[in-house]
């Protein structure tokens, strides 16, 4: 049971070694995490602009229901 733990978190270690994390270690302050924040700002554009697909499918089909409902009274 220890070995295979132990052996676990040597894997684990080796594979974090291998990873490359989104920031350069030389760079200070803001600037280390630009990478990262502009990642950032591009999913949340990418949020907003999905939200309002959706909610304009939402709006034009709600209204195409009403209507057709309306239609058939």
């Known amino acids: 049971m220890f ?10 270690r ?8 989104p920031w350069d270690p030389k760079e200070k302050g ?4 630009r990478e990262l924040t502009d990642a950032t700002v591009v999913v949340v554009i990418a949020m ?3 939200a309002g697909f959706v909610a304009f499918c939402d709006l034009c089909l709600t209204n195409t229901v009403k209507l057709l409902t309306n239609f058939w009274r």
């Open 3 to 12: 070995s295979k733990t132990s052996r676990y978190f040597r894997e684990v």
């Open 14 to 21: 080796t594979e974090l070694q291998k990873a490359t994390w």
């Open 30 to 33: 803001f600037k280390k995490f």
């Open 48 to 50: 907003l602009l999905l």
